[in-house]
């Protein structure tokens, strides 16, 4: 099977400017969760989507969102960035049915979008 | 409200033993993970802990105590190529696929 894949996996943006972000998780899998990963604050969950609804959300702004096809390929979504949006953005497969009980996240390589 | 702490760096021989620690505050919880990050590299899953006791998997072992919100991960017999950050994440009540990570544990082995 193949992996999770994410596109581009690197991105330069400059103040206020917008972008999207796409992530292909493992076939089959219908559940993808968005991380974001700094070296002060480590990973902090975004949303996750499932069957193409929202799931769950973290403690982001609203300029960060999200949605997910019938597909299950996800994209997020960042608008009017700021310098602090400079981050690992890790997006992670799993089959989402398990529900609340232990199931395991497959992570893509990530996109490295730097704010300038 | 949810938070994990672990040490920020532990610093290895090859061969020896290291064990790196988490501690979690949370009002509800399914259960601990633990993921390795190399440099440049994705997070991979390591191991799960859903009920207290030791998991072990190969040269890595994990371990769980509800009572004392307390896990840890255990390396043996460590490798040049064990030298990564490692997170331990927990799964809330109601989370689904929503993980709280701590900030990571960056393990150095030396020769």
């Known amino acids: 099977k193949a992996g999770v894949t994410q596109t581009p996996r690197y991105l330069i943006k400059t103040r206020g400017q917008q972008v999207t972000l796409s992530c292909s998780p493992i076939?089959?899998?219908?559940?993808v969760s968005w991380y974001q990963q700094t070296p002060g604050q480590g990973l902090q969950f975004l949303f996750e989507?499932?069957?193409?609804?929202?799931?769950n959300k973290g403690n982001f702004p609203g300029r960060f969102s999200g949605r997910q096809f019938s597909n299950s390929r996800s994209e997020m979504n960042v608008s009017t960035l700021e310098l602090g949006d400079s981050a690992l953005y890790l997006c992670a497969s799993s089959s989402g049915l398990a529900g609340g009980t232990q199931e395991t996240q497959y992570f893509g390589p990530g996109t490295r979008l730097l704010v300038l | 409200g949810q938070s994990l702490e672990q040490p920020s760096e532990v610093t290895a021989v090859e061969g020896a033993i290291v064990q790196i620690n988490c501690t979690y505050q949370?009002?509800?919880?399914?259960?601990l993970s633990w993921y390795q990050q190399h440099d440049g590299g994705a997070p991979t899953f390591l191991s799960y802990?859903?009920?207290?006791g030791l998991e072990e998997t190969g040269r890595f072992s994990s371990f769980l105590s509800r009572s004392d919100s307390y896990g840890y991960l255990l390396l043996q017999e460590l490798q040049m190529k064990d030298s990564a950050s490692y997170f331990c994440?927990?799964?809330?009540?109601?989370?689904?696929?929503?993980?709280?990570f701590g900030a990571g544990t960056r393990l150095a082995v030396h020769p």
């Open positions: 802990n859903a009920l207290d």
């Open positions: 989507y499932f069957s193409e609804t929202q799931r």
């Open positions: 076939s089959g899998h219908r559940s």
């Open positions: 994440a927990v799964r809330f009540s109601g989370g689904y696929n929503k993980l709280i």
């Open positions: 949370t009002s509800g919880f399914y259960g």
